[in-house]
């Protein structure tokens, strides 16, 4: 029998996990629990197609994958000690790494020496040439200056991973 993508009340599917070939891989746990992640990533169809879309862009430019976390838990309830999160419309994303490292392990802050900057930039100007991105926070003023026009701001605790945002579709 044909397994079939898990879908909350919302229709909003969990992002899918392993994909052969994808340009991104998937990180993060539930409230701590170990293999939870998934929990945390069911997205609105509006911004699984924005992660389908930008992934095989990256690819066409980089060999190497991006991690994407917590986008919404089934049903959109508040988690952990996320206020946003809950519509499915919003991602968190890791710097892009100098090496090809991926998975729970490859956490990354804009202050280690693997942080890849100009692969990062990259990465976000993909994700902002796109027109339903609206907000991009990420604390790497260096991004925020080479970027410009405010398109990429800072929010605490936004070091070590991205938070995108698409619009909200009624």
Do not use: C
């Not at 392990?105 to 902002?128: G, N, W």
């Amino acid at each position: 029998m044909l397994e079939v993508q898990p879908r909350d009340k919302r229709g909003f599917f969990i992002l899918p996990q392993a994909p052969e070939d994808a340009g991104y891989y998937v990180y993060g746990n539930l409230q701590r629990m170990p293999n939870s992640g998934h929990m945390a990533q069911y997205a609105h169809p509006s911004l699984l197609s924005l992660i389908f879309y930008i992934e095989r862009e990256w690819q066409a430019i980089d060999d190497r994958k991006f991690g994407i976390g917590n986008i919404s838990i089934a049903e959109g309830l508040a988690y952990d000690k996320h206020v946003s999160h809950r519509k499915g419309i919003e991602m968190d994303l890791r710097p892009v790494r100098k090496d090809k490292l991926q998975g729970q392990s490859a956490r990354v802050s804009r202050f280690d020496s693997v942080y890849d900057r100009s692969a990062t930039i990259k990465l976000i100007q993909l994700f902002l040439r796109h027109p339903m991105v609206t907000k991009v926070f990420f604390n790497d003023e260096e991004i925020q200056k080479t970027i410009g026009g405010g398109r990429v701001r800072s929010l605490k605790g936004h070091d070590d991973h991205l938070h995108i945002e698409i619009r909200e579709h009624g």
